[in-house]
């Protein structure tokens, strides 16, 4: 955005994507907003998420998320003239993205050995539940499955509580993050080698990234740290007049800082309060005070008088809010576009 060059940084990179639903398709997405050329290779008759919800106007809002940008090719890869256009494309792309079952791609005639031969500076991106071997090669899997098998969903919310899955697909996300990654790097290499990589990438894999200190800290002291929901002392949700902010006070500064602004400077004197340790011991009477406090304020009045103070905090919006959220549309993370089905 600063060096003064018009062209996106993948121009001239063609990317095949066979991608089903959201952590290989993502990947291309990316590659795609990084300005390459991808083809997103589907059955005649469209991809199967093509008709998932939720719906806009008949057109589905969770398929343009992932697909926007692409270009489109129905082919069957069971038919001999499918295979063969698609051999062809090979021969002169850069990157090659499946999330098909492992060995399956190869079954249909497309495996890395293939590829290869047909172009050895490919970059073959294979994304799957478990990865490509490992004890679970050969189940299915999705992103609930690795917030499962990670330990994450018993990390989430409080102890009592049941399992809780995050709201949305954040093993898929993170997973087409580091697929993005690896595919940059083995694109880097085969520019500099003159040969492409295979990659492995892998839902699992990802879950348990997610969980890589809590797993570090159990094996290394037998212990397991509790369950603390949305926090507390300082870090913590709390109920506004009309909705929930969350505020987070970190370190002394910012713990001195909350302390003058709900008028409660006794505190900073009172060896109590000295520090994290201390504080922690007297929770249920900052909680108390602190919930008395924002209760008396709309979510943007605690807003404004916390965050000049340097104190970080935020609205904790609804959809409805978040969608009216000038963030969101300045910096265009979203943007209203033309579609062909919903008309915008």
Not at 200 to 207: E, K, N, Q
Not at 215 to 223: H, V, W
Not at 313 to 323: F, G, H, K, R, Y
């Amino acid at each position: 955005m600063t060096n003064g060059h018009t062209a996106a940084p993948l121009e001239g990179v063609r990317v095949l994507d066979l991608g089903r639903y959201q952590a290989g398709p993502r990947c291309a997405l990316m590659l795609s907003r990084l300005g390459a050329d991808v083809i997103k290779i589907e059955p005649p008759d469209g991809e199967e998420s093509r008709g998932n919800g939720p719906q806009v106007r008949g057109q589905s809002a969770y398929w343009v998320q992932y697909n926007s940008g692409k270009r489109s090719l129905g082919l069957n890869l069971y038919s001999e003239t499918g295979k063969e256009i698609l051999r062809d494309l090979i021969k002169v792309s850069d990157i090659f993205i499946q999330n098909f079952r492992p060995g399956a791609i190869a079954e249909m005639g497309f495996s890395y050995d293939v590829l290869k031969a047909l172009n050895p500076k490919i970059v073959m991106v294979n994304i799957s539940a478990y990865g490509q071997f490992g004890p679970y090669r050969d189940r299915v899997g999705f992103d609930m499955l690795g917030q499962a098998m990670s330990g994450l969903m018993m990390s989430t919310g409080e102890e009592g509580m049941p399992p809780i899955r995050t709201s949305f697909p954040l093993i898929d996300r993170i997973t087409s993050l580091h697929a993005t990654v690896g595919a940059l790097a083995a694109l880097w290499d085969a520019r500099i080698s003159g040969e492409g990589q295979s990659l492995d990438v892998a839902l699992a894999d990802t879950g348990y990234t997610t969980m890589e200190i809590p797993i570090s800290y159990y094996k290394g002291t037998g212990n397991v740290n509790p369950r603390t929901g949305n926090g507390s002392n300082f870090i913590n949700t709390y109920e506004c007049s009309d909705g929930w902010i969350y505020l987070i006070c970190i370190g002394p500064q910012m713990w001195q800082r909350v302390a003058k602004v709900i008028r409660h400077d006794d505190w900073l004197a009172d060896p109590r309060f000295a520090d994290r340790a201390e504080r922690d011991q007297l929770r249920e009477m900052i909680e108390a005070e602190l919930g008395q406090w924002f209760g008396q304020r709309t979510m943007q009045d605690a807003v404004d008088t916390m965050s000049p103070a340097g104190i970080p905090i935020q609205p904790v919006n609804t959809v409805e809010l978040a969608a009216a959220d000038p963030h969101v549309w300045e910096r265009d993370v979203m943007m209203e576009v033309t579609d062909p089905i919903a008309g915008t």
